[in-house]
């Protein structure tokens, strides 16, 4: 339904719409001063964009370097107050399945390695943790842990390499999400991580209320004993004196953010948009998203099933109207710094991802929509709030010159500038103003 309430039909449109997770770059000395969407060789994306028209997109907002929840239901068409959003911690909670209810308490959290005055040598242990450390990990802590109100419990759900969910549960009284995060490199504003301009040095932060009441300041006090006694747990740990006598990093300690205490209430997808809206989805946070908005949600291999991925979301335009991909490869680059890798896995998804979707689909009925949740520069080596590219593609859109979807050219298009929450809108005003 639209802003008047009025129930829309879109059953006639046909739209594959592909988020690239954190695309979008700002220009790198390793590439010649280019941005990795500029220097890679990408065949396929320059036919989709000479097929279409472009423009920028802000994800959230201006001076918003936001988290990848707020950034992908924003970039949905859902926009919410900052006191309305569940946070990222509930959301991924959902996602994985983990018993969540109003009044415990949900948050994201990464395995992180110290040294020995506890200052953070790796925010992502490495990134790649063999399943078995992590769970196992995880396992001791929720056994051995004592939290000083005994009617306080832990879960703790290792997801896909360094990520974990972690689930706080007070028998006897809610629990409050205004609290900071423990995550020095994350703030948390009004419930949404935004993520903060930071040096070599950090540490663990204390967790604060963020306001002056007794559920604030005892749940803060609850975390703070989760993190002390987490980094003595992991110590301890023979998983961890095994890591270092294999010379990997250890698991020192899990970094805390978006805490969030209650289920959100938002409008199904369906019913926004009148039409059927699926996803094809890997990451736990994208996972709980799509069932928060009661989305169908496409079994399609994992993470770099390129093909496979392309294959399904072609497929499932003979039953859905729409049908959001989204493809996680660019975003770890630039998280790593790596300008080259990021450029390479652009090359990458334009040939296997890309070529084989528009080998299987009829551009004469299916738009394609092409952006991104947020960019995250290399140089940065984090999320920014600089604008990111949308391409919207088929035979019967009006062209408007474009021949590549990268940042320079999408300051010209003819799309313009648009607000994240705006961007599926507009895609359907345009593919049905002119089909």
Partial sequence: MDKQGKILDNSDVHMIYVLLDGVGDLPHPDLEGKTPLEAANTPILDKIASNGAIGEVISVGKGIAPESDIAVFNMLGYKFKHEDYAGRGVIEAIGIGIDFKDGDLALRGNYSTLDDQEVIIDRRAGRHIEKEDADGIAKEIEEKIKFSNPNTSVVVSPTIGHRVTVRIRNNAEKLSSKITNTDPAYSNIGGMGVAKAVGDYLKIEKCLPLEDNEDAKSTANTVNEFSEQTINICKESQINKNR??????????????????????VIPINEKYGMNFSCIVDMPVELGISEVLKMKAFEAGGLTDYEEKAKVAAKAMETQNSIYVHLKGPD?????????????NIEEIDQRFFKTLVENIDTNKVAIVISADHSTPCINKGHSDDPVPVLVSGDF??????????????????????????VVTKSLELIKSQT
Avoid: V
């Fill in 244 to 265: 270092e006598a294999q010379e990997k990093k250890k698991l020192s300690c899990i970094l805390l953010r978006d805490a969030g205490n209650k289920y959100p209430d």
């Fill in 397 to 422: 859109i009006k062209k408007d010159g474009t021949t590549r979807m990268t940042e320079e050219q999408a300051k010209k298009g003819s799309i313009g500038l648009l607000q994240g929450a705006d």
């Fill in 332 to 344: 770890e680059f630039g998280h790593d710094g790596d300008a080259i890798g990021k450029m390479k």
